[in-house]
């Protein structure tokens, strides 16, 4: 099968079992998604497909294989960071980082969600582009966990990039 993650074409010859989390680190070597609890519970190894997030980890690459996949390493690199990537570095958003990738393609993914007017269970108002508040940022990142609890630094550098996409 073919995988296309960050505009590039990957050939695969690999079992169908395997998830996107898996050929991403162990057979295109893309080892900037992370692996966290394998189970769809932490948001670690949350990708985009389509433009849409998704936890990678529950997600067989069968089922992709003319999709669109973006990683961490497709958002931007250390010479060009992407606006998401910028904040974070300078609301010192992460501690130990391994959650940052996939706060940062969930955040990233989770702008256009609500410029697009899609609700959250806290948004009071179901018509038109949410007030991306604090609150709503939290629910709308909640499947994202941080052992380290940089929290309040990863939803003010959400906020800032929201602040600038509205
Ligand atoms: S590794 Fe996929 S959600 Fe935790
Ligand atoms: S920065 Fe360590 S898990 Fe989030």
């Known amino acids: 099968m073919t995988l296309t993650v960050n505009g590039e074409h990957h050939m695969l010859d690999i079992d ?16 900037g998604t992370k692996k966290g609890c394998d189970h769809g519970q932490c948001g670690a190894c949350t990708v985009l497909i389509n433009g849409r997030r998704i936890n990678s980890c529950l997600t067989l690459a069968a089922m992709h294989d003319t999709d669109a996949i973006t990683t961490i390493e497709g958002l931007g690199d250390p010479d060009q960071l992407s606006p998401m990537q910028s904040a974070f570095v300078r609301h010192d958003g992460f501690q130990c980082g391994y959650c940052t990738p996939g706060q940062i393609c969930s955040a990233t993914a989770m702008l256009d969600e609500a410029k697009q007017g899609w609700p959250s269970y806290v948004s009071a108002d179901l018509e038109g582009a949410p007030d991306l508040s604090t609150d709503e940022i939290a629910e709308r990142m909640s499947g994202n966990l941080c052992r380290c609890s940089a929290y309040p630094n990863i939803v003010d550098a959400i906020a800032e990039v929201a602040g600038g996409a509205k």
């Open 16 to 31: 169908s079992r395997t998830t996107i989390l898996d050929a991403l680190r162990n057979h295109i070597g893309l080892t």
